[in-house]
């Protein structure tokens, strides 16, 4: 069970970075931040398997990259549907 809150802890805290070096802010605020984290980390991971440290779970070095992918993406598309 702390094993997974602090996988929780760690897939908002990578999903906020992720917000704030790209400058736009992930909706759906803390879940958005959680959600981001945990698919970017899949991305990343899939991409840039064993890079760096381990926290929580999450590869962290590609976790953050692919959180800022995902979240440049989806910025993309929903800055066009406006």
Do not use: C, H, Q, T
């Not at 929780?8 to 803390?30: Q, S, T």
């Amino acid at each position: 069970m702390m094993g997974f809150i602090w996988s929780l802890i760690v897939g908002g805290i990578i999903g906020a970075v992720a917000g704030y070096i790209v400058g736009k802010d992930v909706p759906g605020g803390i879940i958005g931040n959680i959600i981001a984290g945990f698919l970017g980390a899949w991305i990343g991971e899939s991409l840039f398997p064993n890079l760096g440290p381990e926290i929580g779970g999450f590869v962290i070095i590609p976790a953050l990259i692919g959180a800022i992918i995902l979240v440049f993406v989806f910025s993309l598309i929903i800055g066009r549907k406006k």
